[in-house]
């Protein structure tokens, strides 16, 4: 005589329970394993920073998004609508942050050229950091070519040069 499970247990079947289990216990050696020799998980370091550089963003009524020294307010360069959907986005994620925190509209962001070749966009009042390298080749590299903008950009005449990091 067979065995039949009655159709009003809820429980889940043993194999099952089983294969959880066994999951949870692998993903806890291995993490146990990956601290204990000492290594980092992918993304956790960027290495050393090689290029700092704060801008203010500004976003105007037609959509554009203006780039601006932080120190005295000066345009560097305007990014069109047509291409700044990636910048608008990314100031909207960073300003959820700053509304929380009550960081001022003005408050400059920060991108960052690391030695490992990564870039990232940054906060420094609230702390958050965005990796570009996750929103694909073409948003990185229009984030360098501003970056690189706003690098050579000299300051106005008789402006403060801003500060170094």
């Known amino acids: 005589m067979s065995h039949t499970r009655n159709p ?3 429980s889940p079947p043993k194999p099952l329970l089983y ?3 066994a999951m949870v216990l692998i ?3 291995l993490v146990a394993v990956y601290r204990f020799l000492g290594l980092e998980p992918e993304g956790a370091s960027h290495g050393a920073v090689v290029e700092s550089l704060d801008m203010r963003l500004v976003t105007t009524p037609d959509g554009a998004v203006e780039v601006r020294r932080p120190a005295d307010g000066g345009l560097i360069a305007v990014v069109p609508e047509a291409e700044s959907g ?3 986005g990314m100031m909207r994620s960073l300003g959820r942050q700053r509304q929380v925190a009550g960081v001022p509209d003005d408050a400059p962001y920060r991108v960052v050229l690391w030695d490992s070749g990564r870039l990232t966009l940054g906060d420094p009042a609230t702390g958050e950091d965005i990796a570009l ?3 694909g080749a073409d948003n990185r590299d229009q984030m360098f070519a501003l970056m690189r903008r706003v690098a050579d950009a000299a300051p106005a005449a008789g402006a403060a040069p801003p500060p170094t990091q």
Do not use: N
Request: glycine share 0%.
């Open 8 to 10: 009003h247990d809820l």
């Open 133 to 135: 390298r996750a929103y």
């Open 27 to 29: 993903t806890v050696s």
């Open 19 to 21: 294969a959880i289990f």
């Open 86 to 88: 990636f910048l608008r």
